[in-house]
């Protein structure tokens, strides 16, 4: 007489779903395994669900109606390594579905068990680990910020130091990290300060998926506090981050692009610290040459950040030609790309030198300033009516206000005077001012009231006729243009309005 099986053996349970597709019910049977005494008919049953969660999808919510996180996370205590390594394989799965999934896996208490898997002698159960804690991470805030909780951060680092980790098991540590270091979670200065030396040795890998993952994580230990921005230049990481944006990786140069804005949005100190690694000449070859417009924003958004910092970071930005990639962009580039470029140049006007102005405050400078003057936007019209202010008081300006610059005589700087006051003529600039006369702004209002006074001679009563003059222009025609602002294409006819004109008297910071 043969052998007979027992029921619940795992010869028995093999033949069984060998014969089956792992629908609901089936599902259930394996469900009533994990309870079993044997532990190979668990470790079993364990395989099948795992095999059954990767190749269909659904059975994720069915195992999650079903209520077996509770018993993967009862499995995962389990001193049998079949069974935590089974276990943990599941939890990946489930915690890589939907947030309300993974919010069970969460609310189960299975993250101090995680973390402690991280401590594993055992390499493959604390990858399995890395990416059970990375997949929460990347649901929410909420997650991240319970995972931070339990010192998740400190723990990856130390996941991290192991010897016996292969290459893809340290991949999966930096994205893990990358993930629980994400945008606006609160982490503790000291926890950045132990990040950067790990960082910082691994900027020098030439894996692009974990160079992005490491520029990632250093994007977001970055943004926030002074004091985070401060603790990367102490540590000396921008030697090693800006020769990363001549990266041939898209895919890297944008998260270092990112790191080294936030840099640059500290204080002239840290600004310093920055450009003197020789940032602005790559940040300006990206605008000359770099095809992605996400990264070619990013690049203006920081060079906005250090043209409004003291002349001497501006006259960097002047000696690389920056002002003319930044006009370029002002003038034909896409409205979110006009934004930025038009940001640094007004910056810069604001916070110049009277000899710098005079290299900036071109024909071209000064018509992107007037585009501003249609804005809709508070901001934006605040912006350009100071500049073009900055533009035609540079002349007062002298060695008395801290800034280096060359002596003219009053006849050169009449002459340059009334040179800026043809442009903004020229680039229909009168009119856009004569109509702010009456904004319900007072800032706005008043400093073009003075732009108008320094230009025209014309009794204020008058200056309706300005309005009159430009009201069947094709300033008015903008239909279709679903902007904030519009720039006039080249080309297009002046109105000379030298004759009115009268030869009278006459930077800000952005973090995320």
């Known amino acids: 007489m043969g052998r007979v099986e027992e029921e619940g053996s795992v010869s028995s349970l093999t033949r069984q779903m060998a014969a089956m597709e792992c629908h609901e019910d089936n599902l259930q049977l394996l469900a009533d395994?994990?309870?079993?005494?044997?532990?190979?008919?668990?470790?079993?049953?364990?395989?099948?669900?795992?095999?059954?969660?990767?190749?269909?999808?659904?059975?994720?919510?069915?195992?999650?109606?079903?209520?077996?996180?509770?018993?993967?996370?009862?499995?995962?205590?389990?001193?049998?390594?079949?069974?935590?390594?089974?276990?943990?394989?599941?939890?990946?799965?489930?915690?890589?579905?939907?947030?309300r999934h993974t919010r069970t896996v969460v609310d189960s208490g299975v993250i101090p068990h995680l973390i402690q898997l991280l401590r594993s002698s055992d390499a493959q159960l604390a990858q399995q680990a890395l990416w059970s804690l990375g997949n929460i991470a990347g649901d929410n805030v909420f997650h991240r910020e319970v995972l931070?909780?339990?010192?998740?951060?400190?723990?990856?680092?130390?996941?991290?130091?192991?010897r016996d980790l292969s290459r893809d098991q340290i991949k999966t540590a930096v994205?893990?990290?990358?993930?629980?270091?994400?945008?606006?979670t609160a982490i503790e200065l000291d926890v950045v300060v132990d990040c950067i030396p790990v960082l910082r040795a691994?900027?020098?890998?030439?894996?692009?998926?974990?160079?992005?993952?490491?520029?990632?994580t250093c994007?977001?230990?970055?943004?926030?506090?002074?004091?985070?921005?401060?603790?990367?230049?102490?540590?000396?990481?921008?030697?090693?981050?800006?020769?990363?944006?001549?990266?041939?990786?898209?895919?890297?140069?944008y998260p270092v692009l990112r790191t080294i804005s936030n840099m640059v949005s500290g204080t002239d100190d840290q600004t310093q610290a920055v450009v003197d690694c020789g940032v602005v000449r790559l940040l300006v070859g990206i605008l000359k040459f770099h095809p992605g417009k996400r990264i070619v924003k990013e690049a203006c958004w920081a060079l906005s950040n250090i043209t409004a910092g003291p002349w001497q970071q501006l006259q960097v930005v002047i000696d690389e030609d920056g002002f003319g990639e930044l006009v370029r962009i002002a003038r034909r580039g896409p409205p979110d790309?006009?934004?930025?470029?038009?940001w640094a140049i007004g910056n810069a006007l604001m916070g110049a030198g009277p000899d710098q102005i005079r290299e900036i405050a071109n024909m071209e400078v000064v018509r992107?300033?007037?585009?501003?003057?249609?804005?809709?936007?508070?901001?934006?019209?605040?912006?350009a009516v100071e500049s073009l202010w900055s533009i035609l008081i540079s002349r007062q300006m002298d060695e008395g206000n801290g800034f280096e610059c060359?002596?003219?005589?009053?006849?050169?700087?009449?002459?340059?005077?009334?040179?800026?006051?043809?442009?903004?003529?020229?680039?229909?600039?009168?009119?856009?001012?004569?109509?702010?006369?009456?904004?319900?702004?007072?800032?706005?209002?008043?400093?073009?009231?003075?732009?108008?006074?320094?230009?025209?001679?014309?009794?204020?009563?008058?200056?309706?006729?300005?309005?009159?003059?430009?009201?069947?222009?094709?300033?008015?025609?903008n239909d279709g243009v679903e902007e904030d602002y519009y720039v006039e294409p080249f080309g297009k006819d002046k109105v000379d309005l030298s004759g009115m004109l009268s030869q009278g008297e006459g930077g800000l910071k952005s973090a995320r």
């Open 337 to 342: 790309l006009k934004t930025e470029a038009i």
């Open 33 to 99: 395994q994990l309870t079993a005494h044997d532990t190979d008919v668990q470790a079993q049953a364990l395989v099948y669900l795992v095999d059954a969660l990767s190749k269909e999808p659904e059975n994720i919510a069915a195992v999650h109606q079903m209520g077996l996180v509770p018993e993967f996370v009862r499995l995962l205590r389990s001193e049998n390594r079949s069974l935590q390594l089974g276990a943990a394989k599941a939890l990946v799965l489930v915690t890589s579905s939907t947030e």
């Open 148 to 162: 931070n909780k339990h010192g998740t951060i400190r723990a990856i680092l130390g996941c991290m130091e192991r």
């Open 219 to 253: 994007s977001y230990l970055s943004e926030g506090p002074g004091s985070r921005v401060q603790s990367f230049i102490d540590s000396r990481m921008c030697e090693r981050l800006v020769p990363l944006l001549w990266h041939k990786e898209p895919t890297v140069v």
């Open 175 to 184: 994205w893990a990290l990358s993930n629980v270091c994400r945008q606006k």
């Open 368 to 383: 992107v300033m007037c585009d501003m003057l249609m804005s809709v936007d508070v901001t934006f019209l605040t912006l």
């Open 406 to 477: 060359e002596q003219y005589s009053q006849q050169d700087e009449d002459e340059e005077f009334w040179e800026y006051a043809r442009w903004i003529s020229g680039a229909r600039g009168l009119q856009r001012l004569a109509r702010l006369r009456m904004h319900p702004d007072d800032a706005i209002s008043t400093k073009s009231m003075e732009i108008l006074s320094m230009l025209i001679d014309t009794p204020l009563a008058d200056y309706s006729d300005l309005d009159d003059e430009d009201s069947t222009s094709e300033d008015d025609e």
């Open 202 to 216: 691994l900027l020098l890998d030439d894996d692009p998926e974990l160079l992005q993952d490491v520029c990632f």
